[in-house]
């Protein structure tokens, strides 16, 4: 039985939380729009460069059959509101990595880790508490309380009001589906 190599798939807040200063044996794979989102930090920059040319960061993009395939998750999940492409990105290529590799996605953003948690990936926070469980959201009316499917709605149809968001507290254990892979 052969153990599965380890790696590691960071977003943006864990190169601002100082990442790159703890890489020495392990890689570390991002997409190519968290350099995008990190193009005017100049100090990260040079230390990601310097990832690069050791080929100690890869960056990668992943296939749109996967981003498709998470995408469709977070709409499950409700996520998709707040979950930018770049996240999605991410997500998608940890997912494609988890079917060779131990993967540890890096991320203090907590839909990051509400959706590696829907689709059994570990994550690990650097900054921020983390999830305690998965979460469910739904769309809502603060007005008249009418919950809305339509992810493309923002005002209530009935009384006009911008919707918002809130976990599902009807929803059990059999979609919470037991523990999820969290290191950290």
């Known amino acids: 039985m052969s153990v599965k190599k380890q790696i590691y798939v960071a977003d943006t807040c864990a190169f601002l939380s100082g990442l790159t200063g703890f890489i020495e044996d392990v890689k570390i794979y991002t997409v190519p729009e968290v350099l995008n989102e990190l193009k005017n930090n100049v100090i990260i920059m040079e230390m990601i460069s310097k990832g690069i040319r050791e080929n100690k960061i890869i960056i990668k993009n992943p296939s749109e059959e996967s981003v ?96 918002k968001f809130k976990p599902d507290k009807r929803i059990g254990k059999e979609y919470y589906g037991g523990k999820y892979k969290r290191s950290g």
């Open 68 to 163: 498709n395939y998470i995408s469709d998750i977070s709409l499950k999940t409700g996520d998709s509101v707040k979950l930018s492409r770049t996240d999605l990105n991410l997500i998608a290529l940890g997912w494609e990595f988890s079917k060779k590799y131990n993967v540890i996605i890096i991320s203090d953003d907590y839909s990051i880790q509400n959706m590696c948690a829907e689709i059994g990936v570990v994550f690990k926070r650097l900054r921020e508490k983390g999830i305690s469980k998965r979460i469910k959201w739904i769309k809502y009316c603060p007005a008249c309380f009418r919950e809305e499917t339509d992810s493309n709605i923002i005002k209530c149809e009935v009384c006009g009001t911008r919707l």
